[in-house]
């Protein structure tokens, strides 16, 4: 229990080095939540400083969930020995800590992002086998509908389904995957009042069915 606790607490600490500041600070003092939509997450990082910049957010988002979920979860503490049921629920701990600093960073003033890429590193940390019908549902949704947040969403409820019936997660991943589902739409709330307002951007390149709507 208390490598449990140890454990959490750092991937807490772990996913309060959001990469957007940490990056932005590097080149130069950006605080990306002062532009674009005001979140510190990859898809402002796209959009309001580029490719280059938005690869090295996601790589240290995602990285910090599969380090979390992963190598910190299974990692021994001197003087601590953990039975298999509490190394399967450090797991869990460790998962849900890593995106809960993500969105709430200490670091950074409790202001963070909305936690998808960190989500989907902790899930490819954990179980990789979960990744891939969040990831399906994430890239239809975002496909058809071109809402990234919708897709963010959807995605994150496709894990928490797919936690569900699968009997080789383990129970303690359940857990895990319904509260990161309902945090992940919390953070999104005003990506959902943007869309029901009419006012949600989409994105373009990944809108198929926009993209047959303009051609003639």
């Known amino acids: 229990m208390i490598a449990l606790i140890l454990k959490a607490a750092l991937a807490y600490l772990l996913g309060s080095v959001v990469g957007s500041l940490l990056v932005g600070r590097l080149r130069g003092g950006v605080d990306i939540r002062r532009l674009g939509s005001g979140n510190a997450g990859g898809t402002n990082a796209l959009r309001t400083q580029g490719k280059a910049f938005a690869f090295w957010v996601m790589l240290i988002d995602i990285g910090k969930g599969v380090l979390a979920a992963g190598?910190?979860?299974a990692a021994a503490l001197p003087?601590?020995?953990?039975?298999p049921q509490w190394r399967a629920w450090t797991v869990a701990a460790c998962g849900v800590a890593v995106i809960l600093g993500h969105v709430y960073p200490v670091w950074y003033g409790f202001k963070g992002g909305k936690g998808v890429a960190t989500?989907?590193?902790a899930v490819l940390g954990a179980s990789p086998a979960l990744l891939l019908p969040m990831l399906a549902v994430?890239?239809?949704?975002a496909v058809l509908s071109g809402y990234v947040g919708l897709a963010s969403m959807l995605g994150a409820l496709a894990f928490a389904a797919a936690a569900a019936v699968d009997r080789h997660a383990g129970r303690p991943?359940?857990?895990?995957?319904l509260f990161s589902a309902v945090l992940i739409v919390f953070t999104h709330r005003s990506n959902i009042a943007r869309m029901l307002a009419g006012t949600e951007p989409r994105a373009r390149r990944l809108w198929l069915l926009g993209a047959r709507a303009r051609s003639p």
């Open 71 to 73: 190598p910190l979860a």
């Open 79 to 83: 003087g601590l020995a953990a039975t």
């Open 119 to 121: 989500l989907i590193g």
């Open 138 to 141: 994430w890239l239809m949704t």
């Open 173 to 177: 991943l359940l857990p895990f995957a």
